[in-house]
């Protein structure tokens, strides 16, 4: 079993910065891919952002390509999404999660999740 803890979460203004940060426990998850979704309320969640299991490979949703960053630190047994010029459209619960190898597209095609952290943009 994997435990996949997010935060970073918060309140910024339009155009500013976070960095979410996905902490695993149980075991590694040196050789699992890791996805960011979100969702706002009354939304389905969507993929944000996502990871290859060796890094080498990412993706990112349109809205937020050019803005969004994300990574993975096997050592530290970890995920990041940055975060740049934030917009309140922005504003939803961001999820991390981790699925074997290689991308997964959908919230099915991963097997942990954390609990969410509120990301809120004001204008």
């Known amino acids: 079993q994997v435990q996949l803890v997010e935060s970073g979460g918060g309140l910024v203004q339009a155009g500013g910065s976070l960095r979410l940060s996905c902490a695993a426990a149980?075991?590694?998850?040196?050789?699992?891919?890791m996805g960011w979704f979100r969702q706002a309320p009354g939304e389905e969640r969507e993929l944000v952002a996502a990871?290859?299991?060796?890094?080498?490979?990412?993706y990112y949703g349109d809205s937020v390509k050019g803005r969004f960053t994300i990574s993975k630190d096997n050592a530290k047994n970890s995920g990041y999404l940055q975060m740049n010029n934030l917009k309140p459209e922005d504003t939803a619960v961001y999820y991390c999660?981790?699925?074997?190898?290689?991308?997964?597209?959908?919230?099915?095609?991963?097997?942990?999740w954390g609990q969410g952290t509120q990301v809120t943009v004001s204008s």
């Open positions: 999660a981790a699925r074997p190898y290689s991308l997964g597209y959908t919230p099915r095609e991963y097997n942990y």
């Open positions: 149980g075991r590694t998850v040196s050789t699992y891919a």
């Open positions: 990871i290859t299991w060796t890094g080498g490979n990412t």
